[in-house]
């Protein structure tokens, strides 16, 4: 069986969606948890709601901590063999599960799909189709190699970026205390993976998208607006080095990497100048500018900003920067 945990935060609008795109995949061996995580909305109700239809569905009540502790509730009450997510925005294609399960065989321990991300209604490519191009079984070492890519673009190759679109073990979940880190409300997705990673033997990557990612101005389920705090940005430093541990080779060019496009995206809200201080002056950013290499797209700008500590034309760069990128999505 395959337990789907669905961390779920005033997505009365698309909870029910989500939810009928499991119940009606091919694969019905499957549990649903769905954990309300202190919603305001009407997302409770719908969840008792949708559990009087159908047993295989379970509900979850608690305070809110953020999806991180939501998911780690819902392992704590799985009871598959197997173990997925899902954000309450998305939905999964009717095969989605079944095609997963079956790649989950010989010394497989991981199995992740491809996605499309629902940007405005249209449905555009996650990218990953660039750099894998089929059906692929990926060993150890193979899986460092992509991990070396991934530090040095991680905003290109992102198979490993999420937790959903992939089954999981939940012999290796449980047995080997892999959780989500309740502090991390940013890459919590990517310090789970990796610290499940240490445990894998080899990875099935599907390259039909299975996933349906939803991509909007703001997304409840993954509480990824940023705001002006600080220890949002630190977060990204404890997610990285969890990447080092498992790679054990230097992330400072990802981290940076990152950090400039958190930057860009947080120079479009208003008041931010004490913040985008902070975060230049922050001794551990600037120790790993030395690692930073930028080529073809990449920023050299921005990282220069943040050496010289020039607040006001950084976040003017910045801001201008992440303009041009929207700009350029909206032509996809």
Request: positive net charge.
């Amino acid at each position: 069986m395959i337990s789907v945990i669905i961390p779920v935060y005033n997505s009365e609008e698309t909870l029910t969606r989500c939810v009928n795109s499991l119940l009606s995949q091919t694969c019905s061996d499957i549990e649903i948890l769905l954990v309300n995580d202190g919603s305001t909305d009407q997302s409770w109700d719908i969840c008792k709601q949708i559990q009087k239809t159908d047993e295989r569905v379970k509900t979850f009540k608690i305070v809110n901590n953020g999806p991180a502790f939501a998911r780690n509730v819902g392992v704590d009450n799985s009871s598959g063999e197997y173990i997925c997510f899902a954000d309450a925005d998305d939905t999964y294609e009717p095969a989605a599960l079944e095609t997963l399960l079956k790649s989950m065989t010989g010394s497989v321990d991981m199995a992740v799909c491809n996605f499309v991300k629902i940007i405005d209604g249209r449905r555009v490519n996650s990218g990953n189709e660039n750099f894998i191009k089929q059906n692929s079984l990926m060993s150890r070492d193979e899986l460092l190699a992509y991990t070396a890519l991934f530090i040095d673009k991680p905003y290109l190759y992102t198979m490993l970026m999420h937790c959903w679109g992939v089954l999981y073990k939940t012999s290796i979940i449980k047995g080997k205390e892999v959780i989500f880190d309740r502090e991390l409300h940013n890459l919590e997705d990517v310090d789970f993976n990796f610290k499940y990673l240490q445990h894998v033997n080899s990875l099935a990557y599907i390259s039909v998208p299975l996933y349906n990612y939803s991509i909007q101005d703001e997304r409840p389920s993954a509480g990824m607006k940023i705001g002006g705090d600080i220890d949002r940005f630190k977060q990204y430093k404890k997610a990285f080095e969890t990447v080092a541990k498992y790679a054990k080779i230097e992330v400072g060019h990802g981290y940076v990497s990152y950090m400039i496009i958190m930057l860009m995206r947080a120079s479009l809200q208003p008041g931010m100048y004490d913040f985008v201080k902070e975060v230049a002056c922050d001794e551990y950013l600037r120790e790993k500018l030395k690692y930073y290499h930028p080529s073809g797209r990449d920023s050299r700008l921005v990282p220069l900003l943040i050496w010289l500590k020039w607040i006001r034309l950084l976040i003017w760069v910045s801001r201008l920067k992440f303009k041009q990128h929207r700009r350029t999505r909206k032509k996809w």
